[in-house]
DNA sequence: TCAATTGTTCGAATATCTTCGAACTGTCTA
DNA sequence: TAGACAGTTCGAAGATATTCGAACAATTGA
């Protein structure tokens, strides 16, 4: 459990990214992530789910490349590859969280 | 069946736009209807999909609120709701349609 | 070394999605 | 008015998703 796998910039697509932006408990991740502005461990997410549910959500979002989960000590440190996203995928992201910010 | 119904602007939600995107058939259906920069017949899709198949996720796409679907005579004429959607999540529809492009 | 902490994995239940063929509806035209 | 045409709706099959509790793994600290 060192370590865990991401895809590279060019193993990630659109459709993963858009699946993975398409539930509401991911997106909200996703959100805060994005809000925080620094990494935040998995435990910091109380959106009411149990912690198998957490932990399935967040490896949706690494596989599809949208966060990058670095391990310290006993914590999972999560945060949003936004530059990288932005670079493959110009406007995608962002507008997203923007729009997200603007309803709630 | 004289008139399909639609979401007006303030209904549309960015959970439905994303779970409507999320499908590669839709996706691929959105991008057409970008491109074409025309109104499209459900049957002018040769995706490789039954009738019935084509008309579920048209429904998906016109409920999300991105397709506007209007009836002339017997064919169903479909466009993208872009500047609506611009209007209300700048830069969502457009940077994804692009970055489609790119790819494929 | 042992317990506490953080998160993953497993197995299972439930719900939802995609897909299709068949039957149907509304419109046009011969 | 009957047939052709474009899509929708229905019902069902099979695949995937979401969710949870229980068990597990890795690290830290006492």
């Given at each position: 459990m060192r370590k865990?796998?991401?895809?590279?910039?060019?193993?990630?697509?659109?459709?993963?990214?858009?699946?993975?932006?398409?539930?509401?408990?991911?997106?909200?991740?996703?959100?805060?992530?994005?809000?925080?502005?620094?990494?935040?461990?998995?435990?910091?997410?109380?959106?009411?789910?149990?912690?198998?549910?957490?932990?399935?959500?967040?490896?949706?979002?690494?596989?599809?490349?949208l966060v990058e989960?670095?391990?310290?000590?006993?914590?999972?440190?999560?945060?949003?590859?936004?530059?990288?996203?932005?670079?493959?995928?110009?406007?995608?992201?962002?507008?997203?969280?923007?729009?997200?910010?603007?309803?709630?």
């Amino acid at each position: 459990m060192r370590k865990l796998k991401h895809p590279t910039i060019d193993q990630i697509e659109l459709t993963d990214i858009m699946y993975a932006l398409a539930d509401p408990t991911r997106l909200e991740i996703v959100t805060l992530l994005a809000n925080a502005r620094k990494k935040m461990t998995c435990g910091e997410f109380t959106l009411n789910r149990s912690k198998s549910t957490m932990s399935h959500h967040f490896k949706i979002l690494r596989s599809s490349g949208l966060v990058e989960t670095l391990i310290e000590g006993t914590e999972h440190m999560n945060s949003l590859r936004l530059e990288e996203i932005e670079n493959k995928f110009p406007g995608v992201l962002k507008s997203v969280i923007k729009a997200t910010k603007v309803i709630g």
